[in-house]
């Protein structure tokens, strides 16, 4: 079965500081999105990744992708309060394995609170 | 563009009662996936609908069905609520079935007292 994991759950940083978060996968998939959840709202698209080696901006996140190392990070420069929120990877694995055919399985999400 | 759209958005039950959540997709979206988040368990996969048909479907008992409609709009169905079964519903739609980038409406929020 497919799993998605994140680190860190939970991430507490100053403003103006830089941190990534990962995202490891255990099956094989070029398909990777990342998502923003604010509290009490709901999910919100912010990356879709598509290839090995594919790289987004924006704003203040970067989202990149390494499939070989079934890997995604998130990338934050010079936090900001307005980036607090919970953000979740999820990974397609598509028809290809038919065991999880077909769906999006999320991460457990990381928690992120920035700081004054 | 209209998002997604999930009715009620709150909603109280007792344990035995049955529930029925509506979800719209987006104009032109095929597919509509339904997700449970909880604290514990995070956001699981309950199924996926596309083209009126059942395409995949996660790791629930059979209390939890679903179906689509013609115009694309869902439903999902908990009978006999259980304790466990208070979460937040979410719903998603998309251009392609089986994942792709997800929409989500605003979620129903389930409790089971």
């Known amino acids: 079965e497919l799993k998605v994991e994140q680190n860190p759950l939970f991430l507490s940083m100053q403003e103006g500081k830089n941190y990534t978060i990962y995202c490891n996968y255990s099956?094989?998939?070029?398909?990777l999105y990342w998502y923003r959840q604010d509290p009490g709202k709901s999910l919100e698209s912010l990356f879709v990744?598509?290839?090995?080696?594919a790289v987004k901006q924006e704003g203040r996140l970067m989202a990149s992708l390494d499939t070989k190392a079934r890997l995604s990070t998130l990338h934050i420069t010079a936090a900001v309060h307005d980036l607090s929120a919970t953000y979740f990877c999820a990974v397609d694995t598509g028809r290809r394995n038919n065991t999880n055919a077909g769906k999006s399985t999320f991460g457990d999400g990381t928690t992120l609170t920035v700081k004054p | 563009k209209a998002g997604v759209t999930q009715t009620p958005r709150y909603l109280i039950k007792t344990r035995g009662q049955q529930v029925t959540l509506s979800c719209s997709p987006i104009?032109?979206?095929?597919?509509v996936s339904w997700y449970q988040q909880t604290p514990g368990q995070g956001l699981q996969f309950l199924f996926e609908?596309?083209?009126?048909?059942?395409?995949n479907k996660g790791n629930f008992p059979g209390r939890f069905s679903g179906r689509q409609f013609s115009n694309s709009r869902s439903e999902m169905n908990v009978s006999t609520l259980e304790l466990g079964d208070s979460a937040l519903y979410l719903c998603?739609?998309?251009?392609?079935?089986?994942?792709?980038?997800?929409?989500f409406g605003e979620g129903s929020r389930l409790t089971v007292l």
């Open positions: 609908y596309f083209s009126e048909t059942q395409r």
């Open positions: 990744l598509l290839s090995n080696g």
């Open positions: 998603a739609s998309s251009l392609k079935q089986g994942g792709g980038e997800l929409f």
């Open positions: 104009s032109g979206h095929r597919s």
């Open positions: 099956t094989t998939s070029d398909r």
